[in-house]
Nanobody, 125 residues
Framework: QVQLVESGGGLVQDGGSLRLSCAGS????????LGWFRQAPGKTREFVSA????????VYADSVNGRFTISRDNDKNTVYLQMNDLKPEDTAIYYC??????????????????WGRGTQVTVSS
């Protein structure tokens, strides 16, 4: 297991930007698939984005493609989510997740073994 701690959430206006960070400890990141999910009130947790251990060919949900960018720094055991042009429908708790020992990105939350506690992102209209 790896311990994950998110930061960077907050309140922003429609069209604004935020950068989320997720710091990991306990296991090195360099062989883990890392991802971001979100959960809005009354909704199920949904996939946002993920990146393989090399950082190449990131995957995005259609709803955020072109606005969000995922990146990682394996030396710092940290993964980031740059969120631009935020919209009220992006309001949710954002969770960092890790899949250890695999190279395949999976969009289903049940396939991810390590989770952070989440950080709140609120976009006002």
């Amino acid at each position: 297991q790896v311990q994950l701690v998110e930061s960077g959430g907050g309140l922003v206006q429609d069209g604004g930007s935020l950068r989320l960070s997720c710091a990991g400890s306990g296991r090195p990141f360099n062989r883990a698939v890392l991802g971001w999910f979100r959960q809005a009130p009354g909704k199920t947790r949904e996939f946002v984005s993920a990146t393989s251990w090399s950082g190449g060919s990131p995957v995005y949900a259609d709803s955020v493609n072109g606005r969000f960018t995922i990146s990682r720094d394996n030396d710092k055991n940290t993964v980031y989510l740059q969120m631009n042009d935020l919209k009220p429908e992006d309001t949710a708790i954002y969770y960092c997740a890790a899949r250890l020992g695999v190279t395949v990105i999976n969009r289903h939350p049940s396939q991810w073994g390590s989770w952070g506690r989440g950080t709140q992102v609120t976009v006002s209209s």
